[in-house]
């Protein structure tokens, strides 16, 4: 048997409610869940809380996987973003999610993070 040397991987679960800090260490909310690609076997964004308080009035965030690192030793996942360009970033009520199987949505989504999309 061939060995293929070790790959780390993590359940997508353990993550859930962890927080996102940028490189400045700055709180940028937390993980609220991941979004699965079906047909391509990926995943296709983070969706990140951000605001409010106690859990009202936070607003939502697709981020693109690629624009997150996570942290084990410190079981954090790094956003590096500037806060306030999170504050700008399109975002959605937990309420009202927007059409999340519209295509132009998700373009718009991976450019305003600066990541191609991978199904294109």
Known sequence: ???IGTQPVLSASTLNGDKVVNSYGEDL???EDFMLDLENGRIR???LSFGGFLGVGDKLFAIPPERLRID???HQVILDMDRA???NAPGFDKDHWPDTS???W???VYEFYDAT???Q
């Open 117 to 119: 999309p991978y199904w």
């Open 29 to 31: 909310g937390k993980i």
């Open 106 to 108: 998700q373009v718009e």
């Open 102 to 104: 519209e295509s132009d």
């Open 72 to 74: 084990t030793e410190k």
């Open 1 to 3: 048997m061939r060995s």
């Open 45 to 47: 964004y983070a969706v």
């Open 85 to 87: 360009r999170l504050e």
